[in-house]
């Protein structure tokens, strides 16, 4: 139990594209989404926190409009990389937290991002 | 706000010894403290959790302490294999509000056979 999915797991786009990343919880219901992001060999650091049906909760630094977020079910989240550019390039991984009341994070096998 | 800090950064040891990994956490409110293991290229695997109302627990090779007043938690792993090997991320969070984890730095376990 308590799978995570994301789709796609890597992509290559071209500078000045959007590209668009979905996390599923398979097993469970999620009413909160955590979507990070991880430079090489470095920590994983949060990007924004998402609900669903309700705006989505960004770190300071983070840009909300070019890191679009959707919560629209209890178990799928997306995450919108908008006019990507080479610096965003990275590793993006979502976590779900389910409803009853644990603190537990499940998190995603990730996906890559490479903007040429 | 939460900041966690992890050590060592890197850790080698021989095929059936013990390995420790020590973390620090600054706020006092925080009541949840997973690890995290990371294989590379992959999202991060829960190994083990514990809650402040705990100071120790255990799974098989898996070990975790807490200590609530010096505010430190550490992670031990018993008769390490080489499959060990890998990435590992200490966090810790608060049940109230956004419940986000903040996470240390990590530390990258090499077990040689």
């Known amino acids: 139990g308590a799978v995570v999915s994301q789709h796609p797991s890597w992509v290559i786009c071209k500078s000045g594209t959007s590209v668009k990343i979905e996390c599923r919880s398979l097993d469970f219901q999620a009413t909160t989404m955590f979507w990070y992001r991880q430079f090489p060999k470095q920590s994983l650091m949060l990007m924004a926190t998402s609900n669903e049906g309700s705006k989505a909760t960004y770190e300071q630094g983070v840009e909300k409009d070019k890191f679009l977020i959707n919560h629209a079910s209890l178990t799928l989240s997306t995450l919108t990389v908008t006019s990507a550019h080479p610096e965003d390039s990275s590793f993006y991984i979502c976590?779900?937290?389910?409803?009853?009341?644990?603190?537990?994070?499940?998190f995603g096998p990730g996906t890559r991002l490479t903007v040429l | 706000g939460e900041n966690v800090e992890q050590h060592p950064s890197t850790l080698s040891v021989q095929e059936g010894d013990s390995a420790v990994i020590k973390c620090t956490y600054s706020d006092s409110a925080s009541n949840y403290f997973p690890w995290y293991k990371q294989e590379l290229g992959k999202g991060p695997q829960l190994i083990i959790d514990i809650r402040s109302n705990v100071g120790e627990k255990k799974d098989q090779r898996i070990a975790v302490t807490l200590n609530k007043t010096a505010k430190h938690f550490s992670l031990h792993i018993t008769e390490t294999q080489p499959e060990d090997s890998a990435v590992y991320f200490c966090a810790a969070s608060f049940d109230t509000g956004r419940r986000a984890l903040t996470f240390g730095s990590g530390t990258r376990l090499q077990v040689q056979p």
């Open positions: 976590s779900a937290m389910d409803g009853t009341g644990t603190d537990t994070q499940y």
